[in-house]
């Protein structure tokens, strides 16, 4: 299954288990395997446990969102021998409990380090756990505490986004309940929206509904799709996705779309 795994992102021969091999092998992954909630629109069940995940993100080449991509990544960091912490995350809320998000903590050289390959592609690299602010492109990102709870904040410049977690293992039953409301339940963003991400080289591309933004160093981009055959081409040809049933749901997307941004 590993050597299937490094298959899958490009990596054709030995990892170390170092810093700079945590950070090659992120950097592989986040290139190759999309941030995606696909089967959520589409009203299927999300992976849930490595077998699954990996026969969805790996033999069947799709993406994922925070459960599989994580879930994905440290089961690869710990066939490598990385020591590796899941830590629960509540998304854009500084009160209630985690576990909307899944994050990891990697110990290297006695160091902990926030690794996220499954929160859209903003981190692009390991970051220190340690307050300080620095750029992964086309984002500013931070890292700050307070009273106990780490919050990584990314923003492209005109929107900022955030997760709190604490260093502490993610309960397994608070993961369950939340990835099961995210899927199920019509508050649910993934439910009721398609989104699909992607991080290519210092360029994230970003598909929700029908806007199609490209963001980099100098700006966005955005595109407005203009039916269910552009939206399956550019889902195969800019996300590496080939999911034809989608085009099932082009008139929700629609719909959607002028409910948020009115018809036109």
């Known amino acids: 299954m590993f050597a299937d795994y490094l298959e899958r992102i490009g990596i054709d021969g030995p990892v170390p288990a170092t810093r700079d091999g945590l950070g090659q092998l992120m950097t592989a992954h986040l290139g190759t395997i999309p941030f995606e909630a696909l089967d959520v629109f589409l009203g299927r069940e999300s992976a849930d446990g490595i077998e699954a995940i990996h026969a969805k993100l790996v033999r069947r080449r799709r ?39 899944l994050a990891l903590l990697v110990r290297v050289d006695g160091a902990d380090l ?27 990102v931070s890292l700050s505490n307070r009273d106990g709870w780490w919050r990584y904040a990314e923003d492209p410049g005109d929107k900022p986004f955030f997760y709190e977690f604490r260093a502490v293992p993610a309960e397994a039953a608070q993961l369950s309940h939340w990835r099961r409301w995210q899927q199920r339940d019509p508050g ?10 992607r ?14 933004t490209v963001q980099g160093p100098g700006g966005a981009a955005r595109h407005l799709v203009a039916d269910a ?36």
């Open 199 to 212: 991080r290519v080289g210092n360029e994230h591309l970003s598909l929700r509904g029908r806007v199609f």
């Open 63 to 101: 993406g994922g969102w925070c459960y599989e991509q994580n879930g994905l990544f440290g089961w690869a960091l710990g066939e490598m021998g990385f020591e590796v912490l899941p830590v629960a995350a509540r998304v854009n809320k500084t009160e209630g409990d985690p576990g909307g998000h």
């Open 114 to 140: 926030l690794v996220d390959v499954g929160f859209g592609g903003s981190q692009a690299e390991p970051l220190p756990l340690e307050a300080h602010e620095t750029r992964h492109e086309p984002f500013a």
């Open 229 to 264: 055959d552009e939206l399956v081409d550019l889902l195969r040809s800019r996300f590496d996705l080939d999911v034809p049933e989608i085009a099932e749901r082009w008139p929700a997307i629609v719909a959607r779309h002028e409910e948020l941004f009115g018809a036109g």
């Open 188 to 197: 649910s963003s993934f439910v009721g929206n398609l989104v699909a991400q």
